[in-house]
């Protein structure tokens, strides 16, 4: 689970790459959505995994 950002930020990265490598308009489109998707995935990720982060620690204190 504590790559799944990464694992995101990966994919927006693919997504990116396949928009650039794309010759027509619509897929363009729809991979740059998909990178803009991906990333959002990815920054809710690692934020859901600072708040686990801190949650556990008040326990372990």
């Given at each position: 689970?504590?790559?799944?950002?990464?694992?995101?930020?990966?994919?927006?990265?693919q997504a990116r790459a396949?928009?650039?490598?794309?010759?027509?308009?619509?897929?363009?489109?729809?991979?740059?959505?998909?990178?803009?998707?991906?990333?959002?995935?990815?920054?809710?990720?690692?934020?859901?995994?600072?708040?686990?982060?801190?949650?556990?620690?008040?326990r372990e204190a």
């Amino acid at each position: 689970m504590s790559d799944d950002a990464a694992t995101f930020r990966g994919r927006a990265d693919q997504a990116r790459a396949d928009a650039a490598a794309s010759n027509l308009q619509n897929v363009r489109d729809r991979c740059e959505r998909s990178a803009v998707t991906w990333d959002a995935m990815a920054v809710r990720a690692e934020r859901i995994a600072q708040e686990r982060a801190a949650r556990a620690t008040p326990r372990e204190a």
